[in-house]
């Protein structure tokens, strides 16, 4: 470890994380539905009195092929632990091809946040036909358990810390601080 | 606003940034003339003898407009900065560095122990044996010596301090620079938070845009060292990632005219809250292939997608840096 | 509100803050009310904590919770407050919009606001219904509800967009659904195109005897309504005919249609089938669909003798002219009116209908799948369809019942449920099993005086007259097993003689029957080919794969695409009198968009704002209906907002943000994600 950045390599996590343990846990689960299949899945998982995980909060658009990847880094980035994208099966988009199209976003967009150190189980497209309840429940039960398991989505740097300089990271322990034999030994792990 | 004594002053300064943006200014060539004769300038490290103290002597709100470049990375950048700001009635951020964070912001996909040791001890051309690195304050020689604190995360300069406009580029084109600062010595200032620069994207000057196709399908992507790139053509119908479509305009889209893909150097427009996600929705929705496996094969093609969708960004995107764990 | 813009500093966005007008605005008064629905709600989530939440929002006026908000008075609530507290937001909060999202906007409208400054919140369907916990079942309900209300705050004044229906109808199938549907339509002045796959309409209700519970004769009340059909001045009548492509939207539906080839020309034959008499082939050769196999006919062949229309048809798999070429084509000599054509071709015409009726029908369940039955293996296992034949006086024994070897059957079994009610076939109960297993026992016991043993599960008579038919049946000395039958097999010494092992739980024994003629009661099943019939009309099948009505009670006849319509078995199992109240619905409800001449469509559309686009292109080639054009001259995309359906495929992938959808603006979707997650 480099002792100058020993205690601020994690830059600090205030809220968010105090007021969730580990045990308590609830991921918070942004749903981008499809008007068509996805959404109409959970109104029939509804009338059918399925029971699935209460952390997906749906938020509807006509098509999956409108959820522009902004909505997802967006939702991430305002304390989503999870986004989950629906849309209906290949070859059934009520717009013909909406779905592709949200396909190839979701294929791109996947790359670049697994790239920014978010785990690919935060972010999950799935086809879901208007019968398809139970299948909703399965994948609303799964995510909700897969991001439980992760635990909280801690990024790096919550937008609300970002202008304070603690948030960027800048307390740095002097020598003196960190104890004078450090001054000369740089240990490189 | 209230009109000081004389001349207008005006300070310009740089943050974490390359010197491109002090180039931009002095290839404003006989136009910087202008710019000089009607203001006082205060400070300019890159040109004139100023120092901190005379800043910090200056009444607050006595500069009229603060230029500053670059990225905040440094607790010193981040005093100047604040310095400047108070001192100013308007501070602009100018070139990308400072708008967007730009290319220092690239090193969010670290943090300070990955940059030092990239830095300092693992570069191939790195010869450091003892392992010494940058340090607060350091005794040598019988003198305590100090350096500025170095963060864990680079920021844009609005991340930092209010800053009032933006001046985008990487480094700004001239034209945007004359135009910005003509619209700031008119008087008639525009909403704060306008980015001086129209807010088309860039097809809308390219001279290539009717050769673009429409009914455009990407099946592959190539790089500009991959292919003899032909000249007229669109560049991506040439499957060339260019960013023009979702890069703001002013530039008279100088690296196309240049045969090189736009870069996204100037940012979004004000409609767009994340120019990186905004480029791959547009990009990814042209892509050719309706399963994993052939859009997959198309993606590969893009090496770096951070690198290349947020390569002046990172800093004021969305998640504005990498999650380490 | 976008915090964010171009250089992280932020105060850019155009859009208002929370609760503040932006200049010149009438400050944004917001009422949220949220509904109990009875108990729906109110059991699960905390209705009163959502509404004091709501309440605490910025811009909130006023929040209510109200028993029953679909209620007239909850509409009224809504209306009164708009006028005394001059709201000009409302949020509801009850169930689906897809239920009561009319009925919400309609009571804004009534309180004279324009009805899209309204957001539903759905916290039925999506939490009180599908959560048990108290808390966090309200918890995200308040969260659903705030981020309607930061939603709501940018909505616009729209208006609904007006398309016109064209008046004509495709009605696809030509079984009693199809019939019903196209007759009301054609009544009611509509012009319908009927379109059926086979050669002749009637559907399998041609195929049948007597009906139940009544035994009036199938042919009886079915013939007539098939002649109706084709002498309808209405009804354009397309057999082998069968869907391939479906364009456009309610109202103006293009639709290919395939003509395969009959080889015939309908508009010349009369149906006099000297032809078939003619043919080569001495006696027939194949088996007749119609029959269920049971009886043979030649390559050229009338499809039933009630068969509208009333033509013949060559089956070119069989005939030898198409297989060598060398046929002396003894059937043209002998047609006087020239209407054999060899080289007919499949043709493809477009027709343009207003609306759609889907009437595909079902099949019965492949005995087959069930092998402990015997069908297939055992010469005299029959299903019921087969038994059908046997009874009626068309069929191939002229309506006697008797074995393959001709003798009459002295004990008769019905098999109930075969392929129904069994998790290895399909779950579902077939509906009509039960009813015609009881029809086929009286005919079988009136005609052959057999004993009659019927194996069912559960006896269900659940329709006008069906237990007193049951009854009937019962006292007709039908002997009536409760048990499921475990196996069929046959006797060693081999006249045919079958054995079926059953379970008889009213006795509380297991039974060795001996029956020398074994009826399965198959039941119903989606069509093999009902997936990609949905797929061709953009429909939805529900799990089982039955095509899926809009909603189970108030919608049934209704599917997700508006303009097209349910009629009989393809929505599911149904009886005759059920099919035909049904196929009157959907032709009602076709009647009804019709004659509105209108459709009234979601302003959902998208729009380039000409000043900011670059003419990047990107939109063009994603658009799926072509409504977005390039203006060379501007430099500009253009949307015909005509063409648009709403997608907002084109709003996502403008790289410059350019392009905005009604009702679903980037800032309202920025601002209903924030909501959720905004912690409380």
């Known amino acids: 470890m480099l002792e100058q950045a020993d205690s601020t390599v994690q830059a600090p996590q205030a809220d968010l994380t105090s007021q969730t343990s580990a045990e308590d846990f609830e991921p918070r689960i942004v749903a981008l539905f499809c008007n068509w299949c996805t959404y109409m899945a959970a109104d029939l998982a509804g009338t059918s009195r399925m029971r699935y995980a209460p952390n997906v909060r749906v938020v509807r658009v006509m098509c999956s092929g409108r959820i522009d990847p902004q909505f ?14 629906g849309g209906c099966h290949p070859g059934d988009c009520h717009y013909q091809e909406g779905n592709y199209k949200a396909l190839r976003r979701f294929r791109l967009l996947r790359r670049v946040i697994e790239s920014l150190g978010i785990e690919r189980e935060r972010l999950r497209l799935e086809w879901i036909s208007a019968s398809e309840a139970d299948r909703l429940r399965k994948v609303a039960d799964e995510m909700a358990a897969d991001i439980r398991a992760l635990g909280p989505l801690q990024l790096s740097i919550p937008a609300e810390e970002f202008r304070n300089a603690e948030g960027a990271g800048a307390e740095i322990p002097s020598p003196e601080i960190a104890g004078e034999t450090a001054a000369k030994e740089v240990a490189v792990p | 606003m209230t009109k000081p004594e004389g001349k207008p002053k005006v300070a310009f300064y740089w943050c974490a940034s390359c010197g491109g943006c002090e180039e931009a200014v002095v290839d404003l060539a006989e136009g910087i003339l202008d710019v000089v004769g009607a203001v006082d300038i205060v400070m300019w490290p890159v040109a004139l003898d100023f120092k901190r103290a005379d800043i910090e002597a200056m009444p607050d709100g006595s500069i009229l407009a603060s230029f500053i470049n670059g990225a905040i990375r ?21 070139g990308a560095c400072s708008q967007l964070g730009g290319i220092p912001g690239l090193a969010n996909l670290y943090d300070r122990e990955g940059v030092y040791r990239a830095a300092y001890l693992e570069s191939p051309s790195t010869e450091n044996p003892e392992g010494t690195l940058p340090r607060l304050r350091s005794r040598e020689n019988g003198y305590d010596l100090s350096l500025p604190g170095f963060y864990d995360t680079v920021r844009a300069l609005g991340q930092v301090i209010d800053v009032d406009y933006a001046i985008p580029g990487c480094a700004p084109h001239p034209k945007v620079i004359q135009a910005a600062v003509a619209t700031l010595l008119s008087g008639e200032l525009p909403p704060k938070g306008t980015v001086l620069a129209p807010d088309q994207a860039v097809c809308e000057e390219c001279p ?9 399908s990407i099946s592959e992507f190539k790089r500009p060292h991959e292919v003899i790139i032909d000249e007229e053509t669109c560049l991506l119908a040439q499957g060339l990632l260019c960013l023009g479509p979702a890069t703001r305009a002013g530039c008279d889209a100088a690296c196309v005219c240049g045969n090189m893909p736009c870069s996204g150097c100037s940012g979004p427009t004000s409609r767009v809250l994340d120019h990186g996600a905004k480029a791959i929705s547009g990009i990814a929705s042209l892509i050719g292939g309706d399963d994993e496996e052939a859009i997959d094969s198309v993606l590969d093609g893009i090496p770096d997608p951070v690198g290349t969708f947020y390569r002046y960004g990172l800093p004021a995107s969305l998640l504005r840096r990498k999650t380490l764990s | 509100m976008l915090r964010e813009n171009g250089f992280g500093s932020g105060p850019t966005s155009g859009g208002k803050t929370n609760g503040a007008p932006v200049n010149g605005d009438p400050p944004i008064r917001i009422g949220v009310y949220v509904c109990h629905c009875g108990t729906n709600i109110a059991r699960t989530v905390d209705v009163e904590r959502v509404t004091e939440k709501a309440g605490e929002l910025p811009g909130v006026t006023i929040a209510r919770d109200y028993k029953y908000m679909c209620s007239d008075p909850g509409q009224e609530l809504i209306k009164e407050d708009i006028e005394e507290l001059g709201l000009n937001r409302i949020v509801v909060a009850s169930c689906s919009p897809n239920l009561h999202e009319g009925t919400f906007r309609g009571a804004t409208a009534a309180g004279g606001l324009n009805p899209f400054f309204f957001q539903m919140v759905n916290i039925r369907e999506h939490a009180s219904w599908v959560h048990e916990d108290r808390e966090s079942a309200t918890d995200k309900a308040i969260d659903l509800v705030r981020a309607a209300v930061r939603r709501v705050h940018h909505h616009k004044a729209l208006e609904t967009r007006r398309v016109p229906i064209k008046p004509e109808v495709l009605v696809v199938g030509g079984g009693i659904a199809g019939i019903s549907a196209a007759l009301t339509l054609a009544d009611g002045g509509k012009h319908v195109y009927l379109i059926e796959r086979e050669a002749s309409i009637g559907g399998h209700m041609a195929q049948f005897d007597k009906t139940f519970p009544t035994l009036d004769c199938a042919a009886c009340i079915l013939t007539p309504k098939m002649t109706q ?11 082998m005919t069968e869907v391939v492509k479906v364009d456009g939207f309610v109202g103006s539906y293009e639709v290919t249609v395939k003509h395969r080839p009959r080889f015939i020309d309908v508009s010349l034959c009369v149906g006099c089938q000297q032809c078939i008499d003619a043919c080569v ?12 196999g049971l009886s043979m006919r030649k390559p050229i062949y009338l499809p039933n003798a009630q068969a509208v229309p009333q033509v013949v048809l060559i089956d070119p798999e069989q005939c030898i002219q198409f297989s060598s070429g060398k046929c002396k084509q003894t059937c043209v000599e002998a047609c006087d009116r020239d209407a054999i054509f060899f080289d007919q071709e499949e043709r493809i015409e477009t027709l343009d209908v ?6 595909t029908g079902f099949q019965t369940f492949d005995a087959r799948r069930s092998p402990h039955y015997g069908y297939g293996i055992y010469p005299n296992v029959y299903t019921a369809l087969e038994v059908e034949r046997l009874v009626n006086a068309s069929g191939p024994t002229g309506g006697e019942i008797v074995l393959r070897d001709g003798e009459k059957p002295t004990a008769v079994g019905i098999v109930h449920c075969v392929g129904s009610r069994n998790q290895k076939s399909n779950p579902w109960c077939s509906k009509v099993c039960c009813m015609y297993s009881l029809k086929l026992a009286h005919l079988i016991k009136e005609k052959t005086d057999a004993e009659v043993y019927n194996f069912y ?62 009826v399965l009661a198959v039941g119903l099943e989606p069509r093999y080919d009902a997936e990609e019939v949905r797929r061709t009309f953009n429909i939805t099948c529900s799990g089982d794969g039955w095509f899926m009505e809009r909603h189970p009670k108030l919608a049934p006849v209704d599917t997700f695409t508006d303009g097209v319509y349910l009629a009989g078995c393809c929505q599911g199992p149904k009886d005759i009198p059920e099919t035909v109240a049904q196929a009157g619905a959907a032709a009602g409800q076709a009647l009804a968009l019709i004659g509105r001449g209108y459709m009234e469509l979601e302003p959902n559309t998208a ?11 990107t939109c063009i080639p994603l658009c799926p209906y072509q409504a977005i054009l390039h203006d060379d001259a501007e430099n500009r995309a253009e949307i015909n907002e005509v063409l648009c359906k709403g997608c907002g495929v084109c709003v996502a992938a403008c790289p410059s943000g350019s392009i905005v959808q009604n009702l679903f603006e980037d800032t309202e979707i920025y601002e209903e994600i924030e909501g959720v997650l905004a912690y409380a």
């Open chain 2, 74 to 94: 440094t607790t010193e950048q981040e005093e100047m900065a604040s310095l400047l700001r108070r001192k100013s009635q308007l501070v602009i951020a100018f």
């Open chain 3, 607 to 617: 729009q380039v704002i000409a000043e900011d686009c670059s003419g990047c292109k």
């Open chain 1, 72 to 85: 997802v880094m967006h939702a991430f980035a305002r304390g989503a632990d999870g986004v989950l994208i």
């Open chain 3, 457 to 518: 599960i559960d006896m269900r008579t659940p329709g006008k007259g069906f237990e007193e038919f049951y009854q009937r049946v019962a006292s007709e000395g039908t002997h009536l097993i409760r048990g499921k039958v475990a196996s069929v097999y046959q006797q060693a010494d081999g006249d045919g003689e079958l054995l079926v092992d059953v379970e008889d739980t009213l006795a509380g024994m297991v039974r060795r029957i001996p029956v020398d003629m074994l």
């Open chain 3, 354 to 359: 207003g609306a759609i009726i889907m009437a």
């Open chain 3, 281 to 292: 082939y001495k006696r027939g050769k194949f088996e007749d669909e119609f029959d269920a």
């Open chain 3, 229 to 239: 059909v084709r002498n309808h001045p209405n009804i354009t009548l397309m057999t």
């Open chain 2, 208 to 216: 290539r845009r009717e050769s673009k196709p429409l009914d455009l």
